[in-house]
């Protein structure tokens, strides 16, 4: 299963002024990521404190990654990499030297 290291950031033109209404809908936000951290596709998530933007590790298919990261739009927008392992970057390195 492919590995990806996706970079968040919230929309802040979107974030309500009011600290009660922004606090709701980051509380539902949160209660999202949790329920996708149970289901297993993330496998971490992070915020870089004070900055609303972060990072998700998630593993799945190119479709389970859109059908995540889709749910969350127009809140935040997503910068999608994936990622190679140790093993496989080795396996890549001793390719070149056949």
């Given at each position: 299963m492919a590995r990806y290291m996706i970079?968040?950031?919230?929309?802040?033109?979107?974030?309500?002024?009011?600290?009660?209404?922004r606090g709701t809908a980051w509380l539902v936000l949160v209660e999202m990521i949790k329920a996708d951290i149970k289901k297993g596709l993330m496998k971490d998530w992070g915020e870089f404190p004070g900055e609303?933007?972060?990072?998700?590790?998630?593993?799945?298919?190119?479709?389970?990654?859109?059908?995540t990261t889709m749910q969350y739009v127009p809140y935040a927008k997503f910068e999608i990499h994936p990622v190679a392992t140790l093993s496989q970057v080795e396996q890549a390195i001793k390719a070149t030297l056949k």
């Amino acid at each position: 299963m492919a590995r990806y290291m996706i970079g968040w950031e919230i929309d802040r033109a979107r974030i309500p002024t009011s600290a009660k209404e922004r606090g709701t809908a980051w509380l539902v936000l949160v209660e999202m990521i949790k329920a996708d951290i149970k289901k297993g596709l993330m496998k971490d998530w992070g915020e870089f404190p004070g900055e609303g933007k972060g990072y998700v590790i998630a593993e799945g298919t190119e479709i389970e990654i859109m059908n995540t990261t889709m749910q969350y739009v127009p809140y935040a927008k997503f910068e999608i990499h994936p990622v190679a392992t140790l093993s496989q970057v080795e396996q890549a390195i001793k390719a070149t030297l056949k």
